[in-house]
């Protein structure tokens, strides 16, 4: 039961910024925005997760729309290392809160 | 490196087998998670396990099994392997649960059943 709907595949150019959307529209009040990336088959790697508001860090930003039915990742300067496939994810804090990944988009970013 | 890591690395086994899958958390983290990446099903959850104690059970078929020991490493059991459970497996921890944090992933062991 996918909570989450991703582009299977984007692509981007080398310096510019990648913006991959996320539609989650069945999400509760108590459910956070996750996102994560695996490049080739290395384990995931945490990015960002936000509830409410939006969200920076030094890898990415996350932009949530006011109604949290979708939400943006965006990596202001993809370099050639950012290709990969990008999970976002939504978790629940009570009950089970156990991560489930859908299948993400695969994002190339191109010289 | 996150901390989290697993052996083997790779496992050569024939159908029928049992092998065994090892994970050692961060250290201080709490919870496990056990995850299976096959190149037609993706990245599924399996199950969880915090502080000792089965949390959340994903796709976790019969002839798996999983426990948390108390130095809270955390072992995978795979029995009457066949063909299709070829994949990678990827154990992740975090500190708690029930909280905001991150996962973090070990680096998987791949198994392949002949």
């Known amino acids: 039961d996918a909570k989450t709907t991703q582009p299977p595949s984007m692509d981007c150019a080398e310096g510019r910024a990648a913006n991959l959307p996320c539609n989650h529209s069945?999400?509760?009040?108590?459910?956070?925005v996750y996102w994560y990336r695996q490049i080739h088959s290395q384990g995931p790697q945490y990015i960002i997760h936000g509830l409410k508001n939006n969200e920076t860090n030094e890898m990415a930003s996350l932009i949530i729309t006011e109604d949290r039915k979708s939400s943006t990742l965006i990596l202001p300067h993809a370099t050639l290392r950012d290709t990969a496939v990008y999970y976002c994810?939504?978790?629940?804090?009570?009950?089970?809160?156990?991560?489930?990944f859908g299948a993400g988009t695969r994002l190339t970013v191109k010289p | 490196d996150s901390g989290v890591t697993q052996t083997p690395k790779h496992l050569i086994t024939a159908t029928g087998q049992r092998v065994t899958l090892r994970c050692s958390p961060r250290?201080?983290?709490?919870?496990v998670y056990w995850y299976q990446q096959s190149l037609d099903q993706g990245l599924q959850f399996l199950i969880q396990y915090y502080n000792g104690e089965e949390r959340a059970k994903g796709n976790i078929l019969e002839r798996f099994s999983a426990q948390q020991f108390p130095d809270l490493h955390s072992e995978l059991n795979l029995s009457s392997l066949e063909l299709g459970d070829s994949a990678l497996y990827f154990c992740a921890s975090s500190v708690d649960w029930g909280q905001v944090g991150e996962l973090f992933f070990g680096e998987g062991s791949r198994l392949t059943v002949l």
């Open positions: 069945t999400i509760s009040g108590n459910e956070y």
């Open positions: 994810i939504v978790r629940s804090l009570t009950n089970n809160n156990d991560m489930r």
């Open positions: 250290s201080g983290d709490l919870s």
